[in-house]
């Protein structure tokens, strides 16, 4: 049972476009919503996150629009760049004994074309 | 910077051997993981410790073991390897408690054959 549903599962862009990855989730318990980038041959690493007591958050050319009630959240890549094109992870996170416990998407494999 | 290190980039090994895989950290965290990534399977976490010598298991640690015998080091072991154990290996810290943001290292391409 996935619990953070993640699509598209790839994504191609032209450079300049946007990208848009999305995630949907069931539990109300997550309380924080990370995304994270990951480069051929190398290991994820933190993008962006947004707590869900906010609608939006910008970061550059990269946004997370959260919606709350629907239970979805995406990522908007602005004038993508080839140097953009990389696995995308959105994941969800919640309060597990004293610790956290962070729930992952499939990923999205994003290319950018030049 | 935070860095988490992998001992090996590439691993080659046949079945039934024992594997082990290493990661330091060199930020003092509390918390390491052992992820494993596979193509249309995203990250699926193995085990994960909290404190030295102590472990927890994940959603997929059937067939692996861990070792935390010093906080900044945490093993991943593979007792007798199997065809179906060819993966990239990601270990992960954090300082633990409420922190969000976990560290990754570069990983491990252990193909078994």
């Known amino acids: 049972q996935q619990q953070v549903k993640q699509s598209p599962q790839s994504l191609i862009v032209q450079k300049g476009g946007i990208s848009i990855i999305n995630c949907a989730y069931e539990?109300?318990?997550?309380?924080?919503f990370p995304w994270y980038q990951q480069f051929p041959g190398k290991g994820p690493a933190l993008l962006i996150a947004?707590?869900?007591d906010v609608s939006e958050k910008k970061e550059g050319r990269f946004t997370i629009s959260f919606n709350k009630s629907a239970k979805q959240f995406s990522l908007h890549i602005m004038d993508s760049q080839p140097g953009d094109s990389a696995t995308y992870f959105c994941?969800?996170?919640?309060?597990?004994?004293?610790?956290?416990?962070?729930?992952w998407g499939l990923g999205t494999s994003l290319a950018v074309n030049p | 910077d935070v860095k988490v290190t992998q001992s090996s980039r590439y691993l080659v090994k046949r079945t039934g051997e024992k594997v082990f895989l290493e990661c330091v950290q060199d930020?003092?965290?509390?918390?390491m993981f052992w992820y494993r990534q596979d193509p249309g399977l995203g990250l699926r976490l193995i085990y994960f410790?909290?404190?030295?010598?102590?472990?927890e298991k994940g959603d997929i640690p059937e067939g692996y073991s861990v070792s935390r015998e010093k906080k900044e080091r945490f093993s991943l072991i593979l007792e007798s390897a199997s065809t179906n154990q060819t993966s990239m290996y990601l270990c992960?810290?954090?300082?633990?408690?409420?922190?969000?943001?976990?560290?990754f290292g570069p990983g491990t391409r252990l193909t078994v054959t």
């Open positions: 947004i707590r869900p």
């Open positions: 410790s909290y404190d030295v010598k102590m472990k």
């Open positions: 994941a969800a996170s919640r309060r597990a004994g004293n610790n956290r416990k962070l729930i």
């Open positions: 992960a810290s954090n300082t633990g408690g409420s922190s969000y943001e976990q560290y």
């Open positions: 930020m003092d965290h509390e918390n």
């Open positions: 539990n109300t318990a997550f309380d924080y």
